[in-house]
Protein backbone atom coordinates (compact mmCIF):
# COMPACT_ATOMS: atom_id res chain seq x y z
CA UNK A 1 0.00 0.00 0.00
CA UNK A 2 0.98 3.55 -0.56
CA UNK A 3 0.04 6.36 1.37
CA UNK A 4 -0.06 10.17 -0.46
CA UNK A 5 -0.68 12.75 1.83
CA UNK A 6 -1.78 16.65 0.07
CA UNK A 7 -2.24 19.94 1.76
CA UNK A 8 -5.47 21.75 0.94
CA UNK A 9 -5.69 24.99 3.00
CA UNK A 10 -5.48 24.08 7.07
CA UNK A 11 -6.65 20.42 5.90
CA UNK A 12 -4.17 17.16 5.51
CA UNK A 13 -6.09 14.83 2.32
CA UNK A 14 -4.40 11.13 3.32
CA UNK A 15 -4.64 8.91 0.06
CA UNK A 16 -4.15 5.18 0.83
CA UNK A 17 -3.72 3.07 -2.26
CA UNK A 18 -4.45 -0.58 -2.55
CA UNK A 19 -5.37 -3.08 0.05
CA UNK A 20 -5.72 -2.32 4.08
CA UNK A 21 -5.16 -5.20 5.16
CA UNK A 22 -3.59 -7.22 8.36
CA UNK A 23 -0.40 -6.40 6.67
CA UNK A 24 -0.55 -2.29 5.83
CA UNK A 25 -2.71 -1.62 8.86
CA UNK A 26 0.45 -1.11 11.23
CA UNK A 27 1.43 1.21 8.50
CA UNK A 28 -1.02 3.17 7.81
CA UNK A 29 -2.13 3.35 11.89
CA UNK A 30 1.69 4.24 12.45
CA UNK A 31 1.42 7.14 9.42
CA UNK A 32 -1.92 8.88 10.56
CA UNK A 33 -0.18 9.02 14.54
CA UNK A 34 2.73 10.61 13.06
CA UNK A 35 0.73 13.31 11.36
CA UNK A 36 -1.86 14.01 14.17
CA UNK A 37 1.13 14.09 16.56
CA UNK A 38 3.00 16.23 14.32
CA UNK A 39 0.17 19.22 14.22
CA UNK A 40 -2.62 17.68 11.35
CA UNK A 41 -5.63 18.42 13.01
CA UNK A 42 -7.91 18.48 10.52
CA UNK A 43 -7.41 15.19 8.32
CA UNK A 44 -9.46 14.11 5.08
CA UNK A 45 -9.14 10.30 4.58
CA UNK A 46 -9.56 10.14 0.53
CA UNK A 47 -10.58 6.58 0.03
CA UNK A 48 -11.60 6.74 -3.91
CA UNK A 49 -7.90 4.13 -4.24
CA UNK A 50 -8.48 2.05 -1.68
CA UNK A 51 -9.22 -1.61 -3.70
CA UNK A 52 -9.53 -3.82 -0.43
CA UNK A 53 -10.40 -2.91 3.63
CA UNK A 54 -10.16 -5.70 6.16
CA UNK A 55 -11.64 -5.38 9.73
CA UNK A 56 -8.05 -4.89 10.21
CA UNK A 57 -7.89 -1.62 8.36
CA UNK A 58 -11.27 -0.50 9.87
CA UNK A 59 -9.35 -0.85 13.55
CA UNK A 60 -6.31 1.30 11.94
CA UNK A 61 -8.89 3.81 11.04
CA UNK A 62 -10.89 3.86 14.51
CA UNK A 63 -7.32 3.95 16.61
CA UNK A 64 -6.29 6.95 14.13
CA UNK A 65 -10.13 8.73 15.01
CA UNK A 66 -9.89 8.21 18.82
CA UNK A 67 -6.14 9.82 18.78
CA UNK A 68 -8.07 12.46 16.83
CA UNK A 69 -10.54 13.08 19.11
CA UNK A 70 -8.30 13.55 22.47
CA UNK A 71 -5.73 16.02 20.36
CA UNK A 72 -9.36 18.02 19.43
CA UNK A 73 -8.89 17.60 15.75
CA UNK A 74 -11.33 16.74 12.92
CA UNK A 75 -10.90 13.33 11.14
CA UNK A 76 -13.63 12.30 8.14
CA UNK A 77 -13.82 9.96 5.32
CA UNK A 78 -14.22 10.56 1.92
CA UNK A 79 -14.67 9.23 -1.53
CA UNK A 80 -15.17 5.63 -1.05
CA UNK A 81 -17.11 3.49 -3.23
CA UNK A 82 -18.20 -0.25 -4.55
CA UNK A 83 -17.46 -2.86 -1.95
CA UNK A 84 -14.96 -0.45 0.15
CA UNK A 85 -18.13 1.92 1.28
CA UNK A 86 -20.34 -1.25 1.83
CA UNK A 87 -17.63 -2.51 4.23
CA UNK A 88 -17.82 0.72 5.71
CA UNK A 89 -21.39 1.07 6.19
CA UNK A 90 -22.14 -2.56 7.46
CA UNK A 91 -19.45 -2.05 9.76
CA UNK A 92 -21.43 1.27 11.19
CA UNK A 93 -18.68 3.48 10.32
CA UNK A 94 -20.42 6.31 8.56
CA UNK A 95 -21.65 6.58 12.14
CA UNK A 96 -18.24 6.26 13.57
CA UNK A 97 -17.05 9.24 11.60
CA UNK A 98 -18.70 11.88 8.74
CA UNK A 99 -18.37 10.10 5.59
CA UNK A 100 -18.59 12.65 2.61
CA UNK A 101 -19.04 11.25 -0.96
CA UNK A 102 -15.91 13.34 -2.02
CA UNK A 103 -13.09 15.32 -0.96
CA UNK A 104 -14.21 18.97 -1.77
CA UNK A 105 -16.90 17.94 -0.10
CA UNK A 106 -15.53 16.91 2.76
CA UNK A 107 -13.01 20.16 2.83
CA UNK A 108 -15.88 22.18 2.60
CA UNK A 109 -17.65 20.34 5.68
CA UNK B 1 -20.43 -23.98 -17.23
CA UNK B 2 -18.95 -26.85 -15.42
CA UNK B 3 -17.75 -26.55 -11.62
CA UNK B 4 -14.33 -25.41 -11.04
CA UNK B 5 -12.89 -26.32 -7.41
CA UNK B 6 -10.04 -24.63 -5.78
CA UNK B 7 -8.72 -26.95 -3.36
CA UNK B 8 -5.86 -25.61 -0.62
CA UNK B 9 -3.95 -26.85 2.39
CA UNK B 10 -1.96 -23.67 4.14
CA UNK B 11 0.18 -23.53 7.35
CA UNK B 12 -1.58 -21.15 9.79
CA UNK B 13 1.09 -18.32 9.71
CA UNK B 14 0.15 -14.74 8.76
CA UNK B 15 2.66 -15.22 5.69
CA UNK B 16 0.39 -17.81 4.29
CA UNK B 17 -2.28 -15.29 3.73
CA UNK B 18 -0.96 -13.61 0.74
CA UNK B 19 -0.11 -17.09 -0.42
CA UNK B 20 -4.03 -17.32 -0.54
CA UNK B 21 -4.67 -14.39 -1.96
CA UNK B 22 -2.60 -14.58 -4.92
CA UNK B 23 -3.90 -18.79 -5.37
CA UNK B 24 -7.60 -17.54 -4.70
CA UNK B 25 -6.70 -14.52 -7.23
CA UNK B 26 -5.67 -16.75 -9.97
CA UNK B 27 -8.66 -18.84 -9.72
CA UNK B 28 -10.96 -16.03 -9.78
CA UNK B 29 -9.60 -15.05 -13.03
CA UNK B 30 -10.12 -18.24 -14.33
CA UNK B 31 -13.31 -18.57 -13.38
CA UNK B 32 -14.78 -15.36 -14.13
CA UNK B 33 -15.80 -14.09 -10.61
CA UNK B 34 -16.93 -10.93 -10.66
CA UNK B 35 -14.63 -8.35 -9.20
CA UNK B 36 -17.36 -7.53 -6.60
CA UNK B 37 -17.82 -11.55 -5.58
CA UNK B 38 -13.92 -11.48 -5.39
CA UNK B 39 -13.49 -8.93 -2.62
CA UNK B 40 -16.12 -10.50 -1.06
CA UNK B 41 -14.09 -13.86 -1.06
CA UNK B 42 -11.12 -12.41 -0.35
CA UNK B 43 -12.18 -10.17 2.71
CA UNK B 44 -14.39 -13.23 4.21
CA UNK B 45 -11.04 -16.26 4.04
CA UNK B 46 -8.76 -13.27 5.11
CA UNK B 47 -10.42 -12.28 8.21
CA UNK B 48 -11.41 -16.25 9.06
CA UNK B 49 -7.52 -17.00 8.63
CA UNK B 50 -6.44 -13.94 10.73
CA UNK B 51 -8.88 -15.09 13.54
CA UNK B 52 -7.17 -18.64 12.93
CA UNK B 53 -3.61 -17.59 13.72
CA UNK B 54 -4.39 -15.27 15.69
CA UNK B 55 -6.45 -16.76 18.79
CA UNK B 56 -6.48 -20.56 17.64
CA UNK B 57 -3.03 -21.85 18.67
CA UNK B 58 -2.83 -19.69 22.05
CA UNK B 59 0.33 -22.66 23.19
CA UNK B 60 1.70 -21.74 19.86
CA UNK B 61 1.75 -25.02 18.27
CA UNK B 62 1.80 -25.62 14.54
CA UNK B 63 -1.32 -25.36 12.66
CA UNK B 64 -3.03 -26.12 9.60
CA UNK B 65 -6.12 -24.33 7.35
CA UNK B 66 -7.54 -26.12 4.53
CA UNK B 67 -9.68 -24.29 1.59
CA UNK B 68 -11.95 -25.67 -0.55
CA UNK B 69 -14.17 -23.65 -3.00
CA UNK B 70 -16.53 -24.22 -5.63
CA UNK B 71 -17.31 -22.34 -8.33
CA UNK B 72 -21.01 -23.22 -9.78
CA UNK B 73 -23.05 -21.56 -12.01
CA UNK B 74 -24.93 -18.76 -9.99
CA UNK B 75 -22.96 -18.73 -6.97
CA UNK B 76 -19.34 -19.68 -4.80
CA UNK B 77 -19.24 -22.23 -1.51
CA UNK B 78 -16.56 -22.08 0.42
CA UNK B 79 -15.41 -24.46 2.85
CA UNK B 80 -12.97 -23.40 5.62
CA UNK B 81 -11.46 -25.87 7.86
CA UNK B 82 -8.76 -25.74 10.58
CA UNK B 83 -6.91 -27.78 13.67
CA UNK B 84 -6.83 -24.74 16.17
CA UNK B 85 -8.70 -25.05 18.93
CA UNK B 86 -12.30 -25.49 18.81
CA UNK B 87 -14.80 -22.31 18.45
CA UNK B 88 -17.84 -21.11 16.90
CA UNK B 89 -17.19 -17.90 15.75
CA UNK B 90 -20.93 -17.31 14.57
CA UNK B 91 -21.64 -17.79 18.31
CA UNK B 92 -20.35 -14.37 19.53
CA UNK B 93 -22.96 -11.79 20.43
CA UNK B 94 -23.35 -9.36 17.49
CA UNK B 95 -21.43 -5.46 17.93
CA UNK B 96 -23.25 -2.96 18.20
CA UNK B 97 -22.72 -0.89 14.80
CA UNK B 98 -24.87 2.11 16.03
CA UNK B 99 -22.36 2.86 18.49
CA UNK B 100 -20.23 6.13 17.75
CA UNK B 101 -16.45 6.73 18.10
CA UNK B 102 -16.15 7.20 21.93
CA UNK B 103 -18.20 3.87 23.27
CA UNK B 104 -16.28 1.72 19.86
CA UNK B 105 -13.86 -0.49 20.52
CA UNK B 106 -11.17 -2.08 18.19
CA UNK B 107 -12.04 -5.81 17.26
CA UNK B 108 -15.11 -8.32 16.59
CA UNK B 109 -16.16 -6.91 12.89
CA UNK B 110 -14.06 -9.46 11.23
CA UNK B 111 -16.79 -11.95 12.13
CA UNK B 112 -19.91 -9.36 11.53
CA UNK B 113 -18.17 -8.67 8.00
CA UNK B 114 -18.38 -12.31 6.90
CA UNK B 115 -21.93 -12.83 7.61
CA UNK B 116 -23.38 -9.79 6.46
CA UNK B 117 -21.15 -10.23 3.25
CA UNK B 118 -22.36 -13.63 2.20
CA UNK B 119 -25.62 -15.45 1.53
CA UNK B 120 -24.99 -18.23 4.06
CA UNK B 121 -22.51 -18.78 6.74
CA UNK B 122 -22.36 -21.95 8.68
CA UNK B 123 -20.04 -23.78 11.80
CA UNK B 124 -19.77 -27.17 12.39
CA UNK B 125 -17.09 -30.00 14.57
CA UNK B 126 -16.15 -32.31 12.29
CA UNK B 127 -13.29 -34.70 12.96
CA UNK B 128 -12.70 -33.01 15.34
CA UNK B 129 -11.58 -29.92 13.49
CA UNK B 130 -13.95 -26.51 13.26
CA UNK B 131 -15.50 -26.44 9.79
CA UNK B 132 -16.48 -23.31 8.56
CA UNK B 133 -18.89 -23.29 5.17
CA UNK B 134 -19.98 -20.20 3.28
CA UNK B 135 -22.00 -19.81 0.41
CA UNK B 136 -22.10 -16.85 -1.90
CA UNK B 137 -24.76 -16.11 -4.20
CA UNK B 138 -23.32 -14.18 -7.44
CA UNK B 139 -26.18 -11.34 -8.89
CA UNK B 140 -24.74 -12.27 -12.41
CA UNK B 141 -25.66 -15.94 -12.74
CA UNK B 142 -23.00 -16.50 -15.55
Known amino acids: ?12 VVTPTGRLDSGSAPDFEARLGEDIDGGAHDVVIDLS ?5 SSKGLSALLSAGKRMK ?21 SGFDRVFELHDSVDAALGG | MTTTRFD ?30 VFKIELALDELMNNTIDYGYPDGDAGEI ?20 LFDPFALPEPDVTLGIDARQPGGLGVHLVRKLMSESAYSVERDRNHIRLGLVLDDPS
Do not use: C, N, W
Request: hydrophobic share 50%.
Open chain 1, 70 to 90: RAEGRMVLAAASGAVRQVIVI
Open chain 2, 8 to 37: RVFKAEHGAIATLMAAFGSFAEVTSLPADA
Open chain 1, 1 to 12: MEIEEARRGTSL
Open chain 1, 49 to 53: RLDYI
Open chain 2, 66 to 85: SVAIERLPGRVTIDYADDAR
